[in-house]
T-cell receptor
């Protein structure tokens, strides 16, 4: 398996623009997670899905952030409008079982810079 | 107070040294304890996984959990330059989400 695939790998945009990050989880994995990593705050869970259904979005910072999983092989994280403080590395991860019970496999991340 | 505290370092040691990385936590309900390794510009990858208290050894790596002190450690013996990375502790309970430490940046100098 190719592992978790994320695109784009790098994104530079201007404040106010819409940003869409994409993720393809490992085939057969029922759980998908979106994380954000910054130097100041470390790795933070934004939202996770089980069988395409959002289970916990309490980590989503504000209404500017939204995530969807239209099918088992694709998820998006959208920021609209983007702000400079959204600059971070965004990781997608997937696992076979849930959360603390199982290994999470991380993608390579999308490095987002908002100017 | 954060649920999981981890010294971000950076930590720099000579090749061959024994490395000790640590995390403390406040939630006594945590049952699963993990260490992830993250190379520069890569995603984290699971290194060690421990359930409840005790030790677990895998090659040069040993993970220890002391639930009475709410303290976990990762030891690296005979450290190699290829061990240079950021190490993140993570912990959780059952079907709840993992909580990650901030990560410790480690450099092994040849």
């Amino acid at each position: 398996d190719a592992g978790v695939i994320q695109s784009p790998r790098h994104e530079v945009t201007e404040m106010g623009q819409e940003v869409t990050l994409r993720c393809k989880p490992i085939s057969g994995h029922d759980y998908l997670f979106w994380y954000r990593q910054t130097m100041m705050r470390g790795l933070e869970l934004l939202i996770y899905f089980n069988n395409n259904v959002p289970i916990d979005d309490s980590g989503m910072p504000e209404d500017r952030f939204s995530a969807k999983m239209p099918n088992a092989s694709f998820s998006t994280l959208k920021i609209q409008p983007s702000e400079p403080r959204d600059s971070a590395v965004y990781f997608c991860a997937s696992s076979l079982m849930g959360l603390a019970l199982d290994t999470q496999y991380f993608g390579p991340g999308t490095r987002l810079t908002v100017l | 107070q954060k649920e999981v505290e981890q010294d971000p370092g950076p930590l720099s040691v000579p090749e061959g040294a024994i490395v000790s990385l640590n995390c403390t936590y406040s939630n006594s309900a945590f049952q699963y304890f993990m260490w992830y390794r993250q190379y520069s510009r890569k995603g984290p990858e699971l290194l060690m996984y421990t359930y409840s208290s005790g030790n677990k050894e895998d090659g040069r790596f040993t993970a220890q959990v002391d639930k009475s002190s709410k303290y976990i450690s990762l030891f690296i013996r005979d450290s190699q330059p290829s061990d240079s990375a950021t190490y993140l502790c993570a912990m959780g309970k059952g079907a709840q989400k993992l909580v990650f430490g901030q990560g410790t940046r480690l450099t092994i100098n040849p």
